[in-house]
C-alpha cells in the first residue's frame, strides 16, 4: 500500500482518481446490493478519471472488478462486493490529499456568516443566497422586536392590575368636548370680523 500513497502524491490526476476508487470501495461496503455501486460506466465521467490512471484500474480489477465484454464498464458480482475484503481494502487505502489545498493556507472560518460553502456557486446564486439569508435575518429581528412588545404589554397589564396608585391618564380625545373643537370659521371667520 506504499505505492499506492507514493501514486497519491505523483500528481493531481492520480490523486483524484485514488479518490474516487475509495468512494467506489466505499459505496460498495455501505451498499453491495445496489446496481448502480457494482458497476463502473469506463465512458463516463467517473470512468474516465480511472482510465486515465491504469494504477486505479488494477487496483479495481485486484478487488475482484473485471471489464464486460464490450469494455464499455467494470463490474463485481454482489457476492464479491459484500467481502469482507472490501471492508479491509477501504481502510488500508491512503487518505486522499490535495496537494492545492496543502499547499495553501485554510482561511480562518467566519463568525456565523453563512452555514453553507459559496464554492462553485454562480454570482445569481450567491446573491439568491445572500438576499435569503438577510430575509432570514430580518425575520429574526422583527420577532424579536415583537417579543419585546408583548412583554411590555405584558408588564404594563401587570401593573394596571396590581399597582393600587394606577390610574387611567386623560386621553387627548377625552379631554375634548362638543364646544372644544373648533371650526376655521369660528376662529377667524364671520364670527371674529375677518
Known amino acids: 500500500m506504499d505505492a499506492l500513497g507514493a501514486l497519491a502524491e505523483s500528481s493531481d490526476e492520480a490523486s483524484r482518481a485514488l479518490q474516487l476508487v475509495k468512494k467506489i470501495v466505499g459505496n460498495l461496503v455501505a451498499h453491495p446490493a445496489e446496481e448502480k455501486f457494482r458497476s463502473i460506466n469506463l465512458h463516463g465521467k467517473a470512468g474516465q478519471k480511472l482510465v486515465a490512471v491504469p494504477e486505479c484500474l488494477a487496483l ?3 478487488l475482484g472488478f473485471h471489464k464486460t465484454e464490450d469494455g464499455q464498464s467494470l463490474v463485481i458480482p454482489e457476492a464479491q462486493a459484500a467481502s469482507p475484503e472490501m471492508v479491509t481494502a477501504l481502510g488500508t487505502l491512503p487518505a486522499p ?12 472560518p ?4 453563512s452555514s453553507m460553502p459559496t464554492t462553485g456557486m454562480s454570482a445569481k446564486r450567491k446573491a439568491k ?5 438577510k430575509e432570514r435575518a430580518e425575520k429574526e429581528r422583527a ?16 401593573v394596571r392590575k396590581n399597582d393600587p396608585n394606577w390610574k ?5 380625545a377625552a379631554g375634548k ?18
Not at 420577532?143 to 401587570?158: F, M, S
Not at 387611567?168 to 387627548?172: E, F, I, K, L, T
Open 143 to 158: 420577532k424579536e422586536l415583537r417579543k419585546e412588545e408583548l412583554e411590555r404589554i405584558r408588564q404594563d397589564a401587570y
Open 60 to 62: 479495481l480489477e485486484s
Open 129 to 133: 443566497m445572500l438576499i435569503e439569508e
Open 97 to 108: 490529499q490535495d496537494q492545492r489545498a496543502a499547499a495553501a493556507p485554510t482561511p480562518a
Open 110 to 113: 467566519r463568525a456565523a456568516a
Open 177 to 194: 368636548g362638543g364646544e372644544a373643537i373648533s371650526t376655521f370659521r369660528e376662529k377667524f371667520g364671520e364670527d371674529k370680523g375677518g
Open 168 to 172: 387611567s391618564g386623560v386621553s387627548a
